[in-house]
């Protein structure tokens, strides 16, 4: 699935995102690409240092003494800045890139779970942690909202034969998380991920990384959603066992789902490079 797919079928829209870098005053941008890209780079320090601090605190980790909205309202402005460089300067780095990311599936898992991030933290994490931790009906409106998105985006990266590797990234970022943070079932994480990843891994070592067999795809896909569903059930757990602490069960599975959600963006731009 691209935007290709979506919009082409609109007279015009192919030759209009095709002939996007010409146009003026976009085209003046061409010989000042990379500070956008500096900068960029500069946006998703900010946006995800914040992001990290607010929902590793909502599952229990992390700078445990500030309360909650004190934190949330320290970390607010940081977060909105982070999020607006981002925005502005991938709105110039995407004109500039116009027909290849119009074509690109990588760059469309990006805009879709860039929406369903946006979502966890304005409509979910940011609210629950407003209220010390505690759920409401319009947060778990908006967090179902986002998590169908999230979803949507994950299927269609897996579903990719080009990006589907990158489900790695989010499925490792939640393994790590566990493995750093977590308290009853890190060690159990740290066999898990050893076990499947590690295996696969050697087993590619074994047969040589240029293998294309397909029996060997398959192998990868299914060691990818096992690792999908121990994680799960391994989050479950951690959560389930820490269910006296202040934040509600609820709270700290959205705080995971929005740094996985945040985690598959930077895995879909990382993509766009490897899928074009």
């Not at 605190?57 to 607010?76: D, Y």
């Amino acid at each position: 699935m691209t935007f290709e797919n979506i919009f082409g079928a609109i007279p015009g829209a192919d030759d209009f995102v095709a002939n996007m870098p010409k146009i003026w005053p976009i085209s003046l941008l061409q010989d000042i690409y990379a500070p956008f890209g500096a900068f960029h780079l500069v946006g998703l320090g900010l946006m995800g240092g914040a992001v990290l601090l607010l929902n590793l605190r909502l599952m229990g980790a992390g700078i445990k003494e500030e309360p909650l909205p004190q934190m949330e309202k320290t970390l607010r402005p940081w977060f909105i800045a982070g999020l607006a460089i981002v925005l502005g300067t991938g709105i110039i780095i995407g004109m500039l890139n116009s027909d290849k990311l119009y074509k690109s599936v990588p760059f469309f898992v990006k805009m879709v779970s860039l929406a369903a991030a946006c979502i966890f933290s304005f409509g979910v994490t940011n609210a629950i942690a407003k209220n010390e931790g505690k759920t409401s009906s319009g947060v778990l409106i908006a967090g179902a909202i986002a998590f169908v998105l999230w979803l949507v985006s994950l299927g269609v990266l897996g579903g990719d034969g080009i990006s589907a590797p990158g489900l790695f990234h989010p499925i490792s970022a939640g393994y790590a998380i566990l493995i750093i943070y977590g308290v009853r079932v890190r060690w159990l994480a740290v066999g898990a991920f050893a076990l499947l990843f590690v295996g696969m891994f050697l087993m590619y070592w074994i047969i040589g990384f240029n293998t294309y067999d397909p029996t060997y795809d398959e192998i990868s896909r299914m060691i990818t959603l096992i690792g999908a569903l121990v994680l799960m059930g391994l989050f479950g757990w951690e959560i389930y066992q820490g269910r006296t602490e202040a934040s509600t069960p609820l709270a700290k599975l959205a705080a995971m789902f929005s740094v996985l959600t945040w985690v598959t963006v930077a895995a879909g731009g990382r993509w766009i490079g490897f899928a074009s």
